[in-house]
C-alpha cells in the first residue's frame, strides 16, 4: 500500500482550507474526512513573467493553457516598450486553481496587486517562486521550471541580446536537498511499518531526487518530528510490491486506488526520534510558519536556521 496522507495541525495555517478543496486534491484532515479522486485535465500554466522596462519588485502572474512562450509574446504589443521574459511556469493540470491560490496567497498578507483587475504584482520574482513552491506542494502533478537568461536565473536580456530564456539547472534540479514531510498515524501506522520493513513508497507530490534527505512529521496527536529518512529511489510506477505494507494501514478507504496514474518514490528509514525539542511549538520558534500540509523543501536559504535546529536535536 502506498502512502499518501496529507495532515492539516489546525496551529497556525498557510492556506484557507478552502483552497485545498478546489484542488480536488486527497486531502486527509485530522478529523477523518474522506477524499476525492482526481479527474485527469489537460495541462496549463501559471506563470512569472518579469520585464526589462518594468521595477525589479514588479511582475506579472498569469496563466495560460498554451506555452508560456506563446503566452508571452502575445503580450509583446504596443502597450510595454520590451518584452516580457519568462522567471519561472508551473506546469499542472490544475493550473486555474493555481493561479487563484497563488493570488490569494500574496493579497492574504499585503495588498500587492497594482490594479485590482491586473495581474500585476508588487513583488520580487524570486519571493513569487517561493510562493509557486509552497503552491505546489498541494498538488500531484506541479512542475515548476525556474529559467535564466545567458546563465543568470531571472535575468534580464539586453537591448544587444539575442539569446531567449532557458531553462535554469538550479538547486531545485542540481542539488541533493533535505525535506520535511508529513504523515497521520490516526491512518497509518508509520512506526510499525518502519520497524519491519524499515522503508515505504511514498506518494511523489514533489521533486524528490535519489539521494535526497529528510525529516518526517506525525501531526496531531504527535505534532513533532519522527523520523529521518533517504530516498532510495524515484519517478516509480506502481508495483504490486508496493503493497507490502497493507498490515500497517488503518483505514483502507482513504487510500486513493488510482496508483497506476501516479509515481513513487522509495524511501528508507535512517532515524528516529522522541525528543520534544522537535515539537511543532519549537519549530515554530524556529522559523516553521505552520504545520507540515505537504513537502517542504528545508534546503531553502530562508530555512537554513530551522534546519540546523533540526539536525542539532534529532
Known sequence: MILQIISVDLIGYRFPLFFLHILNYNLYICGGEGYKTMVKKETG????????????????IGKSSRPVDVRSKELDNTAVPLPFEIFATMRTSKYNEAEKLVHRYIERFTNLRIRNNREF???????????????????????????????????????????????CDTLQHSEKRVWLIPYNK????????FEKLGEVYWTQHCRFQVGDTGYIYGASPESSIRFSFKVKEVDLPYSPIMDQDIEFVKNESTFNSDTNEKLYAHIVLTGETTSRRLSLANLIDRGLKAAPMGALNLSRKDLKDL???????F
Do not use: M
Open 45 to 60: 500554466y501559471v506563470y512569472i513573467l518579469t520585464n526589462p522596462s518594468f521595477r525589479e519588485d514588479w511582475v506579472k
Open 307 to 313: 534546519l540546523a535546529y533540526i539536525e542539532e536535536n
Open 121 to 167: 504584482f508588487n513583488v520580487k520574482p524570486e519571493e513569487a517562486l517561493e510562493i509557486f513552491r509552497e503552491v505546489a506542494t498541494l498538488l500531484d502533478d506541479a512542475e515548476i521550471e525556474e529559467f535564466c537568461v545567458n546563465g543568470v536565473k531571472g535575468g534580464h536580456i539586453n537591448e544587444q541580446s539575442s539569446f531567449p530564456s532557458k531553462p
Open 186 to 193: 490516526k491512518y497509518y501506522d508509520l512506526k510499525g511499518c
